[in-house]
T-cell receptor
């Protein structure tokens, strides 16, 4: 089975721009979660999508948004980029069935640099 | 507020030794506790996970010990190898259909040959 794929792997943007990141989960997985990883704040949960609906949301401003398509692929968008948005953005895939948290498998991440 | 506290921040172990990383949590609603291993330039990889109905889980050289009353859990790496040198993260989640993991701050493990 192919793992979680994320595109692009690296991205350089300037302040004020917007960016869209993409994630393709493991085949058969319906849940996609997004995390931000920075040296200062560590790994922080952004949001989770399951069957095209946002099921859970972390404590990030509204500039961070996402969506999920019918084939479970997900995109994350950050508008009006700030220097502090520079981070590794990780996507995690799981079966997502209700009744408890299930194993999450991470992709390699997208390294975003905001200049 | 850090929901999961992890220590030590860094750890140096001789090859063949035992590496021990500790985590503590406050939220008694947490019911799933995974450990992840991350190499530079890669995403975290799931190593092993435990639920609070058991006190220990072993997979190969990796063991999780779980103390529900103390709200603590730890990762033991037996016979540590240079290839184990990586950053390790503990995490916790409170289920209920939610898939958000709360991560510890990470431990950078270096295994010296």
């Amino acid at each position: 089975k192919a793992g979680v794929t994320q595109t692009p792997r690296y991205l350089i943007k300037t302040r004020g721009q917007q960016v869209t990141l993409s994630c393709s989960p493991i085949s058969g997985h319906r849940s996609v979660s997004w995390y931000q990883q920075t040296p200062g704040q560590g790994l922080q949960f952004l949001f989770e999508y399951f069957s095209e609906t946002q099921r859970n949301k972390g404590n990030f401003p509204g500039r961070f948004s996402g969506r999920q398509f019918s084939n479970s692929r997900s995109e994350m968008n950050v508008s009006t980029l700030e220097l502090g948005d520079s981070a590794l953005y990780l996507c995690a895939s799981s079966s997502g069935h209700s009744g408890g948290a299930y194993e999450q498998f991470f992709g390699p991440g997208t390294r975003l640099t905001v200049l | 507020q850090q929901q999961v506290k992890q220590s030590p921040q860094s750890l140096i172990v001789q090859k063949g030794g035992i590496s021990i990383i500790n985590c503590a949590y406050e939220n008694t609603a947490f019911d799933y506790f995974p450990w992840y291993q991350q190499f530079p330039g890669k995403g975290p990889a799931l190593l092993i996970a435990i639920r609070p109905d058991v006190s220990e889980k072993k997979e190969g050289r990796f063991t999780i010990s779980f103390n529900k009353s103390a709200k603590q859990f730890s990762l033991h790496i037996m016979d540590s190898q240079p290839g184990d040198s990586a950053t390790y993260f503990c995490a916790a989640s409170n289920g209920n259909g939610a898939n958000n993991l709360f991560f510890g701050t990470g431990t950078r493990l270096t295994v010296i040959p």
